[in-house]
């Protein structure tokens, strides 16, 4: 953090001297990295700029072609400006070829009109700039162990955007990949004003990096992710109006860019964010924790196959040769606040009582899960899989068997009275748990297999609204499949990729949609005539706007290929933008 030249001038040992600006103005907000005192002609080959050259002039060219050099070679170094003290070697002013190069560059000029130690002028200077440099310094410590204890304390996401806002002190927002808000906090400005049409907005915010300013849109900007998964973007607005440091002094910068602390709160809040999404809360029993490892071990490929079959059999969990069926059993609603508007739990958006009742109903269901399979008499790894789901990865004698040892468990869980009052569904909705099962498999190295197609199925079949005692693979068409993954990041970077160039169009041309042209056009099955008419245009039209969606998304809409990824993009992105 250094000072401008201005704010030297007003230093008490600078005024001592009385100062008076001879040319260059223009420069006065330039930053003072340092002071230099020099009384050579030559002395810019051994500066690095930003420093004030203090000088009394007795060793500068005599030549007005080497004063004109001398000043050249300073303003070519970047330094902030030159003091000349007068009455030593120019007795009332600089000469006019000095002023006057130095106004053409726009390099501060300053005469010293009475004798002043330069020794208390950088001793003013330095002192000014460590002050600053240790106010920045605890600054940052103050941010470092804000955010350290928020990752100790295990903090939401609304906790930790709360807090990036408040030490900023400017609006900041946490979006996922797809544009939409997770979490914000306006500091005091209006929330609407804030997110009033966000995902177009956002669209047009491109930073150059993965942390960058965009100063055409206002908006500090970096990337949230851990183990190269980036699932997010958190970004605080920082106009560029005013200095948002302390100590009155600034950091040498490029113009116009935020402070180098602003840039250190978004990274450090931005890791813990990171972080507190890769920690798993685990209350349960050491019995369930070892089912819940071995089932995580699977589904991650953390653990050795053959070291989990061994730790399976000796808490009597039979898996080697034996028919695996995947099971996953899930509540069909989420938390009940998400029915009334409420974001997901993960955002930090609930109600306190909320998020509590949550892993009650998750332990709830796992019990009862357990409960049914000792009455169906079936041997299994069981836990929760995620914050609603409870997975089980049956071991059944043989393949023959399974259908009947599906129904027997689901007739079984039924039974256990699962949907009691707090958890059953509105009237005239299905039964308010979901058991989906996966393909079966021959082997353990197969079960991951099993075990995700039953957790896409548990989530897909949320909008089912059949109540079948077991859903399976074949009851989810691709909406379905496409809404379960809409969270994550791959679909999300796969929209994107298919779709990011039409979107930043119609963000910029909000009169002008090209989305719903492409829409009809595929869902027309790419007849144009059919697709001119459910898009009401005339048939000219509409293919003049095919043409420039071929061009801005540099594709073959004649290609059945390319329409066939479109519109999977376009169920993806449906997907995405529907609660």
Not at 251 to 269: D, F, K, N, S, V
Request: neutral net charge.
């Amino acid at each position: 953090m250094f000072p401008t030249v201005r704010e030297v001038l007003a230093l008490d040992p600078v005024r001592h001297g009385a100062p008076r600006l001879v040319a260059g103005e223009a420069g006065l907000d330039r930053r003072v990295r340092w002071v230099h005192v020099a009384e050579v002609p030559d002395i810019a080959t051994l500066l690095g700029g930003g420093e004030l050259v203090l000088t009394t002039g007795i060793g500068l060219p005599a030549d007005d072609a080497g004063l004109r050099a001398f000043i050249g070679d300073l303003a070519d170094v970047g330094v902030s400006g030159l003091v000349v003290e007068l009455g030593r070697r120019y007795a009332s002013a600089v000469p006019r070829v000095m002023a006057a190069a130095a106004q053409r560059r726009g390099l501060p000029l300053v005469e010293l009109r009475r004798a002043t130690p330069f020794v208390r002028i950088t001793e003013a200077v330095h002192a000014l700039i460590v002050d600053a440099q240790l106010t920045e310094l605890r600054a940052t410590e103050e941010i470092h162990q804000r955010f350290t204890e928020l990752s100790v304390e295990g903090a939401g996401p609304a906790e930790v955007v709360r807090q990036a806002a408040e030490l900023a002190g400017c609006p900041v927002v946490l979006e996922n990949l797809s544009r939409q808000v997770l979490a914000y906090d306006p500091a005091g400005e209006s929330p609407e004003l804030l997110l009033d049409g966000w995902e177009q907005h956002s669209r047009r915010i491109r930073p150059a990096g993965r942390t960058a300013y965009d100063a055409d849109a206002g908006w500090l900007v970096t990337t949230v992710g851990a183990r190269g998964h980036d699932w997010g973007r958190l970004l605080l607005r920082w106009p560029g109006g005013g200095d948002l440091t302390s100590g009155g002094a600034a950091e040498t910068r490029p113009p116009g860019t935020p402070p180098t602390r602003l840039t250190i709160l978004l990274e450090r809040a931005a890791s813990t964010l990171a972080l507190g999404r890769l920690i798993r809360r685990d209350a349960e029993g050491l019995e369930r924790q070892i089912h819940r490892t071995l089932l995580t071990a699977l589904l991650d490929h953390s653990r050795p196959v053959d070291e989990v079959a061994l730790r399976a059999r000796a808490l009597g969990v039979t898996l080697e040769r034996r028919h695996l069926v995947g099971v996953v059993v899930r509540h069909r609603l989420d938390e009940p606040a998400a029915e009334n508007g409420a974001g997901p739990a993960e955002s930090g958006l609930l109600p306190d009582a909320t998020q509590e009742a949550g892993p009650a109903r998750l332990r709830d269901l796992a019990e009862a899960v357990g409960q049914a399979l000792r009455e169906a008499k079936l041997t299994a790894l069981t836990s929760a899989v995620d914050d609603q789901a409870v997975g089980a990865l049956l071991a059944l004698p043989d393949a023959t068997g399974e259908e009947k040892a599906l129904a027997t468990f689901a007739a079984a869980l039924r039974r256990t009275r699962v949907d009691v009052p707090a958890v059953r569904s509105p009237a005239g909705r299905p039964g308010s748990v979901i058991v989906a099962a996966g393909t079966g498999v021959g082997t353990l190295r197969e079960a991951r297999r099993s075990l995700i197609e039953a957790r896409q199925v548990a989530d897909a079949a949320r909008r089912d609204r059949r109540d079948l005692p077991i859903f399976r693979l074949p009851h989810v068409g691709l909406a379905g499949l496409l809404h379960l993954l809409r969270d994550e990041p791959r679909v999300q970077t796969f929209v994107e990729r298919e779709l990011g160039a039409l979107l930043a169009h119609d963000a910029q041309h909000p009169r002008e949609q090209l989305l719903g042209t492409l829409r009809a056009y595929l869902d027309s099955g790419r007849n144009k005539s059919a697709a001119a008419v459910a898009a009401h245009l005339s048939r000219p039209a509409f293919y003049e706007r095919l043409a420039r969606i071929a061009r801005i998304l540099e594709a073959d809409l004649d290609s059945v290929e390319t329409c066939l990824s479109l519109h999977v993009a376009l169920l993806a992105l449906d997907a995405i933008r529907t609660p």
